[in-house]
Each structure stands twice: as C-alpha cells, then as structure tokens.
C-alpha cells in the first residue's frame, strides 16, 4: 500500500496534479471569495472543434494545471447548456474570462489558446508565477 501512495505522489509530482474544476460559477465565486482568488470562467459549447483542442492540450498541460490550480478559481461552463450570466455569455468560443470575486469581469481572452499562450497571459495578469 504504501508502494501504491509513493507511486501515485510521484506521478503526481512528475505530471503534475489534476485541474480543480467547477461546474457551477455560484459556488466557484464563493470559493474565490473565501480564498480570496480570482476566477478563470471557461466557456465552451459541444461542437466546438477548437475547445476540444483546448482542453486536450491547454488543460492537460502540467505547468497551466498548476498555475490554474495554484492561483486561480477555474470554472467551465458550456455554453449550449449551462446557466451562464446574460454579461458573460460569449459571442464566440472558446472564451476565457478572469473574473474578480464580486463576478465582474477583468479581462477576456477570445479563441484557442495554447499552453505556452495561456500561460503568459496568466503571468502578465498575475506576475507571479
């Protein structure tokens, strides 16, 4: 068993942790708050070949799942189905909105993003990385 546990810790370690998600920007916003973080609000739709690309390759990166995970509230939503706030339904997708805790809007990012990409984004907006 503890074979098992050292493997897993390691794996984790080397790879890097799995992304926090949330599902639900009510709670996410509460969690920010408590935290006192801000939220990344991914919005998605179904059909969309460039989110699939994005969350096969940007979200699954080690670096932008640590940074995300560190820093950040992240939040996915998609939008054909999920409850989303009339202010931050998005034109085009994939969209990337940082979000204060109170919910308001501080910066968007339009379109895919790789991870290299994405990340500078967060370093620019957070300086800290």
């Known amino acids: 068993m503890k074979k098992l546990i050292s493997i897993f810790s390691l794996s984790t370690l ?14 996410a916003i509460s969690k920010a708050k408590v935290e006192e973080k801000e939220v990344i609000l991914y919005v998605y739709s179904t059909n969309c070949p460039w989110c ?10 080690s670096d932008v799942t640590n940074a995300l ?9 998609n939008k ?7 202010e931050l339904i998005p034109r ?8 204060d805790s109170n919910q308001e809007e501080i910066f968007a990012m339009y379109g895919y993003k790789n991870a290299n990409e994405f990340l500078r984004v967060l370093e620019d907006f957070r300086g800290d990385f």
């Open 14 to 27: 080397l790879f890097g942790a799995d992304l926090k998600v949330y599902y639900d920007l009510d709670i």
């Open 52 to 61: 699939k690309k994005m969350d096969k390759n940007t979200f699954k990166n």
């Open 92 to 99: 085009y997708v994939p969209t990337t909105y940082i979000l």
């Open 80 to 86: 054909d189905i999920d409850d989303i706030p009339e």
């Open 69 to 77: 995970n560190k820093n950040f509230i992240f939040v996915k939503l």
